[in-house]
């Protein structure tokens, strides 16, 4: 894998830009994209590999001094970042596509560089390897989408449970296990929130702790238990992935594995909105239907018939009209926060009002305001939105907030009146794999307009 991020490739890239292509001058120095609403959509959506799960599945291949091959890899900015982190501490990785060959048998440092952990908030998630296979770890606080407060507490508590001496000081956590084995020890652990990310930390130390390790309260999210999956198949002994207690039995090493990453559940969400959105049918492959049980059934609710194949596709046909419906936010299986924004867009068109309670994150509803901006008729009353569905939708120059902000923002665009642009799009590219080509392959009006480089943008000034 090459040091920088990776290169989405295949992107349309215009090299000359006007006042008509941009919502303000500012924009020409990064990236945009434009769509022109009302167009519908129809054909097969090729799903990519889970980003959340691909994320914490390399940094669980920290734990093998093997060599570890992963298929199913999203090429996004997140997963580059996380190939330059594992990097960092010693690892030699190689990506052919999407496919991504690592081997950690020779880990030579057990730090982790502060201007990469601050970009994304899974890079948290190292701390648990390292210290499994190091005994010891210095991994700054992350980063990531600012939506609100997500603390490592949980984590430390953990692992200080299980043996390690951790403390915090200047931004930086630092963890050592002490002893002659300097290695972890079996421990009961309640998780006062059954946090994916502490599950995730915390079942990755106990792999090759000493002792039996239990984790009540834990995460079910699908990639908890494709992290464990995985973990299992290089020959760690967990139980209970899915349920809220996990039993795991510590081993002394673990070995070569190649793995394939499953479909991202909220990339298969985005897409089934916007067909719902659109008035379009689609199909989507692979998917697996049953990690989006409370999606199907909030579009069902708002009149769009879902159709379950083979247990890898899912075929959506839209109602009529868009009905309203009532949407909380939960850990899984509960309707998952990170859908919550796409399908506020959804419902800003529906025939009545709805409400929205965002209950996981203080900070993820900065996309009210710019879909207000396109004529969504939203009020706030703390953690909820009241949605009352508008006839249509105006487009208008609006910025991503965050990730999934910005998947909102797509989705109203779509089946807006006249032309949306859409900036701050390293959110959009953290998190989806080519969102524009899949849409414009579709038939949706998309464009995605690169800056100039600089020596050109300029000339441009100059003339």
């Given at each position: 894998?090459?040091?920088?991020n990776?290169?989405?490739e295949g992107?349309?890239?215009?090299l000359?830009?006007n006042?008509?292509?941009v919502s303000?001058?500012s924009?020409?120095?990064q990236p945009?994209?434009?769509?022109?609403?009302r167009?519908?959509?129809k054909?097969?959506v090729?799903i990519?590999?889970a980003k959340?799960?691909?994320l914490v599945?390399?940094?669980?291949?920290?734990?093998c001094?093997?060599?570890?091959?992963?298929r199913n890899?999203p090429s996004?900015v997140?997963v580059g970042?996380?190939?330059?982190?594992?990097?960092?501490?010693?690892?030699?990785?190689?990506r052919?596509?999407?496919v991504?060959?690592?081997?950690?048998?020779?880990?030579?440092?057990?730090?982790?560089?502060?201007?990469?952990?601050?970009?994304?908030?899974a890079?948290f998630?190292?701390?648990g390897?390292?210290?499994?296979r190091?005994g010891?770890?210095?991994v700054?606080?992350?980063?990531?989408?600012?939506?609100?407060?997500?603390p490592?507490?949980?984590?430390?508590?953990?692992l200080?449970?299980?043996g390690a001496?951790?403390?915090?000081?200047?931004?930086?956590?630092e963890?050592?296990?002490?002893?002659?084995?300097?290695?972890?020890?079996?421990?009961k652990?309640?998780l006062?929130?059954?946090s994916?990310?502490?599950?995730?930390?915390?079942?990755m130390?106990a792999?090759l702790?000493d002792?039996?390790?239990?984790?009540?309260?834990?995460?079910?999210?699908?990639?908890?238990i494709d992290?464990?999956n995985?973990?299992r198949?290089m020959?760690?002994?967990?139980?209970?992935?899915?349920?809220k207690k996990l039993?795991?039995?510590?081993?002394s090493?673990?070995?070569?594995?190649?793995?394939?990453?499953i479909?991202?559940?909220?990339?298969?969400?985005?897409f089934?909105?916007?067909?719902?959105?659109?008035?379009?049918?689609?199909?989507?492959?692979?998917?697996?239907?049953d990690?989006l049980?409370?999606v199907?059934?909030?579009?069902?609710?708002?009149g769009?018939?879902?159709?379950?194949?083979?247990n890898?596709?899912?075929?959506?046909?839209?109602g009529?009209e868009?009905?309203p419906?009532?949407?909380?936010?939960?850990?899984?299986?509960?309707?998952?926060?990170d859908m919550?924004?796409p399908f506020?867009?959804?419902?800003?068109?529906?025939?009545?009002?709805?409400l929205?309670?965002?209950?996981?994150?203080?900070?993820?509803?900065h996309?009210v305001?710019?879909?207000?901006?396109?004529g969504?008729?939203?009020r706030?009353?703390g953690?909820?939105a009241?949605v009352?569905?508008?006839?249509?939708?105006s487009?208008?120059?609006?910025?991503?907030t965050?990730?999934?902000?910005?998947?909102a923002l797509?989705?109203a665009a779509?089946?807006a009146?006249?032309?949306?642009?859409?900036?701050d799009l390293?959110h959009?590219d953290?998190g989806y794999?080519?969102?524009d080509?899949?849409?414009?392959?579709?038939?949706?009006?998309?464009?995605?307009?690169?800056?100039l480089?600089?020596?050109?943008?300029s000339?441009?000034?100059?003339k």
């Open positions: 894998m090459h040091s920088q990776p290169i989405l992107r349309p890239i215009t000359t830009l006042s008509s292509n303000t001058a924009d020409a120095d945009i994209i434009k769509i022109a609403g167009s519908s959509l054909g097969q090729a990519s590999g959340n799960a691909a599945i390399m940094a669980g291949a920290l734990l001094s093997e060599d570890c091959r992963l890899v996004l997140d970042t996380m190939g330059q982190i594992l990097s960092a501490v010693g690892v030699d990785l190689k052919d596509g999407s991504i060959d690592i081997n950690a048998r020779e880990l030579t440092h057990s730090e982790a560089p502060y201007e990469l952990v601050s970009q994304l908030r890079s998630f190292i701390i390897p390292l210290l499994a190091l010891i770890a210095k700054p606080l992350p980063g990531g989408c600012a939506i609100g407060a997500r490592v507490d949980l984590h430390v508590q953990g200080r449970a299980m001496h951790v403390q915090i000081d200047h931004g930086i956590v963890a050592y296990v002490t002893g002659s084995d300097r290695r972890l020890k079996g421990a652990i309640y006062d929130y059954p994916v990310g502490a599950t995730e930390t915390l079942m130390a792999v702790a002792g039996e390790t239990i984790i009540d309260n834990a995460a079910q999210e699908p990639e908890v992290l464990a995985f973990c198949a020959g760690a002994k967990i139980e209970g992935a899915g349920t039993v795991i039995s510590g081993v090493h673990l070995h070569s594995v190649d793995y394939s990453i479909p991202d559940r909220i990339e298969a969400g985005t089934l909105l916007a067909a719902a959105i659109t008035g379009s049918e689609l199909t989507l492959a692979p998917v697996i239907p990690h049980t409370a199907i059934a909030k579009l069902r609710k708002t769009s018939t879902i159709v379950a194949e083979d890898q596709v899912i075929r959506i046909i839209p009529q868009i009905l419906t009532d949407i909380e936010t939960l850990p899984y299986p509960g309707f998952p926060t919550q924004a506020m867009s959804l419902l800003t068109l529906s025939k009545g009002n709805s929205i309670t965002e209950t996981v994150f203080e900070n993820r509803l996309h305001a710019e879909l207000i901006r396109m969504a008729d939203i706030m009353k953690n909820t009241i009352s569905g508008v006839p249509i939708l487009g208008a120059p609006v910025r991503a965050d990730l999934r902000a910005g998947a797509v989705l779509l089946a009146e006249g032309e949306t642009t859409i900036s390293q959009l953290r794999e080519r969102i080509l899949k849409l414009k392959d579709l038939g949706a009006r998309i464009e995605r307009i690169e800056p480089p600089e020596s050109e943008n000339s441009a000034k100059d």
